[in-house]
């Protein structure tokens, strides 16, 4: 019988095999898919299907042995998740190519990429091993995620595209910086907010019964806000600019469990989009397309063909392989969830989107269980970043929002999309890990001995 001084450890499971059994199901939807849209488009399935087939499962299941060797802990759900979403964006930028004729190469370089994404999730694994030493590194991550933010203002390598500056060329590749830029924020923020949540927390003045922030204490969200306008402004990016300010707004909330912040960040973002509105052709366009989009087809035409696409889908879609996503510009990157709205429907829309919503409440999850405040702030605001940039993309592709031209994380076509999330992902695991992990304990009789105690701590 358990005395009453005995401590009581609960050790979660490691469903690893559980995540095994998912990763194969995430890989025969995913292939099966690739093989449908070969079937229906050409009648037959590819020669190179079985070697582009081998290389992405071998590519997940590198993952998993990663996380069951040195994350052993981790949350058996979120990589299951990641494997079949990257599979099924491959499966539609495979569609889209064999729209052209002869057919292009985008979901062969988007391999590539994915292949480069695991080798960083799993350097992450193998190299960092525990999140809480990153905490030291505040204003470092802090000035590089800001001087990659702006990296593409920089003459010569800076390079624009589609009205937005925000790429990078390198020789024959380009990169999108403010992607990476979003991990050291986020960590840079999470590690700030640590050390002055008790500061920022005071209250200064009470207006309608909300608690306001100090005057004294507003410098640091309005240096965010003057950024995000920078961005908005020089690099003609409203997404990069919602996405940083809305990221630094909610975690500063979580921190210092003030709504006064939430309320000030949103009356300010919002004056900051009404200045763009008035002044920027590009937010008014947007914005007329989100609004009115048949009042102009010719200047609307890339928002009205994708709602076309989409009402011709329905419910249940055309069938992979049997639509016309090729007639929406940018199909295979900012418009990709039209064209899988468009052939598997808005019921396949919608699972996608709850896939996200797992992630997300997976992340989120770890937040609330994570015993320190470095990591509870990091899982929240990585879970935020992840969950914001989804919203903002399928919100503005199916006119819930303005068009803000974020990438939809692990299917649209870019290296450097693809790259962060995979980051992203393993940082997220990386912390689930430290919190499910049973901690090494000492009962109070060899507690209170006064010898020196080694104790075994867990894988």
Same mark, same amino acid.
């Given at each position: 019988?358990?005395?009453?001084?005995?401590?009581?450890?609960?050790?979660? &499971?490691?469903?690893?095999? #559980?995540?095994?059994?998912?990763?194969?199901?995430?890989?025969?939807?995913?292939?099966?898919?690739?093989? +449908?849209?070969?079937?229906?488009?050409?009648?037959?399935?590819?020669?190179?299907?079985?070697?582009?087939?081998?290389?992405?499962?071998?590519? /997940?299941?590198?993952?998993?042995?990663?996380?069951?060797?040195?994350?052993?802990?981790?949350?058996?759900?979120?990589?299951?998740?990641?494997?079949?979403?990257?599979?099924?964006?491959?499966? +539609?930028?495979? &569609?889209?190519?064999?729209?052209?004729?002869?057919?292009?190469?985008?979901?062969?370089?988007? @391999?590539?990429?994915?292949?480069?994404?695991?080798?960083?999730?799993?350097?992450?694994?193998?190299?960092?091993?525990?999140?809480?030493?990153?905490?030291?590194?505040?204003?470092?991550?802090? @000035?590089?995620?800001?001087?990659?933010?702006?990296?593409?203002?920089?003459?010569?390598?800076?390079?624009?595209?589609?009205?937005?500056?925000?790429?990078?060329?390198?020789?024959?590749?380009?990169?999108?910086?403010?992607? #990476?830029?979003?991990?050291?924020?986020?960590?840079?923020?999470? %590690?700030?907010?640590?050390?002055?949540?008790?500061?920022?927390? @005071?209250?200064?003045?009470?207006?309608?019964?909300?608690?306001? =922030?100090?005057?004294?204490?507003?410098?640091?969200?309005?240096?965010?806000?003057?950024?995000?306008?920078?961005?908005?402004?020089?690099?003609?990016?409203?997404?990069?600019?919602?996405?940083?300010?809305?990221?630094?707004? +909610?975690?500063?909330?979580?921190?210092?469990?003030?709504?006064?912040?939430?309320?000030?960040?949103?009356?300010?973002?919002?004056?900051?989009?009404?200045?763009?509105?008035?002044?920027?052709?590009?937010?008014?366009?947007?914005?007329?397309?989100?609004?009115?989009?048949?009042?102009?087809?010719?200047?609307?035409?890339?928002?009205?063909?994708?709602?076309?696409? +989409?009402?011709?889908?329905?419910?249940?879609?055309?069938?992979?392989?049997?639509?016309?996503?090729?007639?929406?510009?940018? /199909?295979?990157?900012?418009?990709?969830?039209?064209?899988?709205?468009?052939?598997?429907?808005?019921?396949?829309?919608?699972?996608?989107?709850?896939?996200?919503?797992?992630?997300?409440?997976?992340?989120? &999850?770890? /937040?609330?269980?994570?015993?320190?405040?470095?990591?509870?702030?990091?899982?929240?605001?990585?879970?935020?970043?992840?969950?914001?940039?989804?919203?903002?993309?399928?919100?503005?592709?199916?006119?819930?929002?303005?068009?803000?031209?974020?990438?939809?994380?692990?299917?649209?076509?870019?290296? %450097?999309?693809?790259?962060?999330?995979?980051?992203?992902?393993?940082?997220?695991?990386?912390? %689930?890990?430290?919190? &499910?992990? =049973?901690?090494?304990?000492?009962?109070?009789?060899?507690?209170?001995?006064?010898?020196?105690?080694?104790?075994?701590?867990?894988?």
């Amino acid at each position: 019988m358990m005395s009453a001084s005995t401590p009581v450890i609960v050790v979660p &499971r490691k469903r690893r095999n #559980v995540e095994l059994a998912l990763i194969l199901f995430a890989l025969a939807l995913t292939l099966g898919a690739a093989a +449908m849209v070969d079937l229906n488009v050409t009648g037959s399935i590819s020669s190179t299907f079985p070697y582009l087939a081998g290389v992405g499962a071998g590519l /997940a299941l590198v993952a998993h042995i990663a996380i069951r060797w040195k994350l052993p802990y981790a949350d058996p759900v979120i990589l299951p998740c990641v494997v079949l979403l990257n599979g099924l964006g491959l499966a +539609m930028i495979h &569609r889209i190519d064999l729209i052209n004729d002869p057919p292009t190469s985008g979901a062969r370089q988007q @391999l590539i990429w994915t292949a480069l994404g695991v080798v960083l999730f799993v350097l992450v694994a193998f190299v960092i091993r525990d999140h809480r030493p990153l905490q030291r590194f505040t204003y470092t991550l802090g @000035l590089s995620g800001i001087v990659l933010l702006l990296l593409p203002l920089v003459p010569v390598i800076g390079t624009a595209k589609f009205g937005a500056q925000i790429w990078i060329h390198v020789g024959p590749y380009s990169f999108q910086p403010s992607e #990476v830029a979003k991990i050291f924020l986020c960590i840079a923020f999470a %590690s700030y907010l640590v050390e002055k949540r008790d500061v920022l927390a @005071l209250a200064g003045w009470r207006v309608l019964g909300l608690d306001l =922030p100090r005057a004294r204490d507003l410098g640091p969200i309005l240096l965010m806000w003057l950024a995000s306008l920078a961005v908005l402004v020089f690099q003609n990016d409203l997404g990069t600019s919602l996405l940083f300010f809305g990221l630094f707004v +909610m975690m500063l909330y979580v921190s210092t469990e003030r709504p006064g912040w939430a309320v000030l960040g949103t009356l300010l973002f919002a004056a900051g989009a009404y200045l763009g509105y008035l002044l920027f052709a590009h937010v008014k366009i947007r914005v007329g397309a989100w609004l009115h989009p048949f009042s102009n087809y010719d200047l609307y035409y890339q928002v009205v063909n994708a709602q076309f696409g +989409m009402a011709w889908g329905g419910l249940l879609g055309t069938g992979l392989g049997l639509g016309r996503p090729g007639l929406t510009p940018l /199909a295979r990157s900012d418009f990709i969830a039209a064209a899988l709205g468009e052939e598997l429907g808005m019921t396949g829309l919608m699972a996608i989107v709850m896939l996200y919503a797992l992630i997300v409440s997976r992340g989120l &999850r770890t /937040a609330l269980a994570c015993r320190e405040p470095f990591g509870k702030l990091l899982a929240c605001g990585l879970s935020f970043a992840f969950a914001l940039q989804v919203f903002t993309i399928i919100g503005g592709v199916t006119r819930l929002l303005p068009l803000t031209g974020l990438t939809t994380p692990f299917m649209s076509q870019g290296g %450097s999309s693809l790259v962060a999330n995979w980051t992203i992902m393993a940082l997220l695991l990386l912390i %689930s890990h430290h919190v &499910r992990k =049973p901690v090494a304990t000492v009962s109070e009789n060899v507690a209170a001995q006064d010898e020196t105690q080694l104790l075994k701590r867990p894988a």
